[in-house]
């Protein structure tokens, strides 16, 4: 199936450093979703996207999708005690199954 | 805001016994999912559901899971004969749709199971 690749797979930054998590696929990717995942808790749905060369932006957090639509990243600019989390990127590949990467958990320290 | 319940948040069973895992999607959601997350991994596809049946399963999906939506709320995970490795977290979730602009997946708080 799919595989998607994500790196790192932990970050430690002090609170008001930036943090970029990305994401990597050997082939090409139709969609790719990122989702965030406090500790102890559930996925939460943060964005998709699906143009080649797509970036959204969410306040602090930018996405991008690349050119070839096989890699992914999202970076967070001056990090928060709120950001802590595990950060997943996910995608369908060209079938209705969804993968998800491993995740990066973001530590970040006051 | 509507959002994916399950219960229970928590079920402790022995090797050997089947258990029902239950959720309650978003009301308008036409497609229903599971994953399970083993401590400290990634989350896993299980299985999607559509018009009362699966649309696809990933290969830790074998026989002895099944899901269900007995009436018009409920969607079951059904696990026959628990092993020790399906102690994991599970979740569902739910999307309007599949297309792309309805795929988004809203997930439920959970269901720990953990099997002794």
């Known amino acids: 199936g799919q595989q998607v690749m994500q790196i790192p797979q932990y970050q430690h930054v002090q609170e008001g450093e930036d943090f970029t998590t990305y994401c990597n696929s050997s082939?090409?990717?139709?969609?790719i979703q990122w989702y965030k995942q406090r500790p102890g808790g559930h996925p939460v749905f943060l964005i998709q996207?699906?143009?080649?060369?797509e970036v959204k932006k969410q306040k602090r957090l930018t996405f991008q999708f690349g050119e070839a639509k096989k890699n992914s990243s999202l970076h967070i600019t001056a990090t928060q005690t709120t950001d802590v989390g595990t950060y997943f990127c996910?995608?369908?590949?060209?079938?209705?199954?969804?993968?998800f990467g491993r995740g990066t958990s973001l530590i970040v320290h006051p | 805001e509507p959002e994916v319940t399950q219960t229970p948040s928590h079920q402790v069973t022995q090797m050997g016994q089947e258990v029902i895992l239950r959720c309650v999607p978003i009301?308008?959601?036409?497609?229903f999912y599971w994953y399970r997350q083993i401590l400290g991994q990634k989350v896993e596809f299980l299985v999607s559901?559509?018009?009362?049946?699966?649309?696809?399963k990933s290969e830790i999906f074998d026989d002895q899971f099944s899901v269900e939506r007995p009436d018009g709320s409920n969607f079951t995970l059904k696990i026959r004969s628990t092993k020790l490795e399906d102690s994991a977290m599970y979740f569902c979730?739910?999307?309007?749709?599949?297309?792309?602009?309805?795929?988004?997946?809203?997930f439920g708080p959970g269901t720990r199971l953990t099997v002794t």
């Open positions: 009301s308008n959601h036409l497609y």
């Open positions: 559901f559509y018009n009362n049946e699966i649309s696809e």
């Open positions: 996910a995608s369908r590949g060209g079938s209705y199954i969804p993968t």
């Open positions: 082939t090409t990717l139709s969609n």
């Open positions: 996207l699906v143009k080649s060369g």
């Open positions: 979730a739910s999307s309007r749709g599949r297309g792309i602009g309805s795929y988004e997946q809203y």
